[in-house]
Nanobody, 123 residues
């Protein structure tokens, strides 16, 4: 069992920035690929970004490429999602996920999820 604590959401104006964090006390955290998914209001959950356990593979959804950056600090058991140039359509609950696999451009969430952090971008 991996418990994830995702945080850093908030209310920001369009064009602004936020940094989300996904942290855990689990020592096995460094063995997992970590991803971010989001669920906009009234829509299904969608993939945002993922970083492999060894940081050799990083994937982004087309909608966030060039604006979002995922990174991890394994010494701190933390993964970050730096978000710039935020748009109203980025408004969603963002969830951290451990165990994500990206194949052929399709992301499959792993078994462990954070509780989510709300990001609201005003126009």
């Amino acid at each position: 069992q991996v418990q994830l604590d995702d945080s850093g959401g908030g209310l920001v104006q369009a064009g602004g920035s936020l940094r989300l964090s996904c942290a855990t006390s689990e020592r096995t955290f460094n063995d997992y690929n970590i991803g971010w998914f989001r669920q906009p209001p009234g829509k299904e959950r969608e993939f945002v970004a993922a970083v492999s356990w060894n940081e050799l593979n990083i994937d982004y959804a087309d909608s966030v490429k060039g604006r979002f950056t995922i990174s991890r600090d394994n010494a701190k058991n933390t993964v970050y999602l730096q978000m710039h140039s935020l748009k109203p359509e980025d408004t969603a609950v963002y969830y951290c996920n451990a165990g994500v696999i990206v194949r052929g451009g399709v992301a499959h969430g792993g078994n462990y999820w954070g509780r989510g952090t709300q990001v609201t971008v005003s126009s």
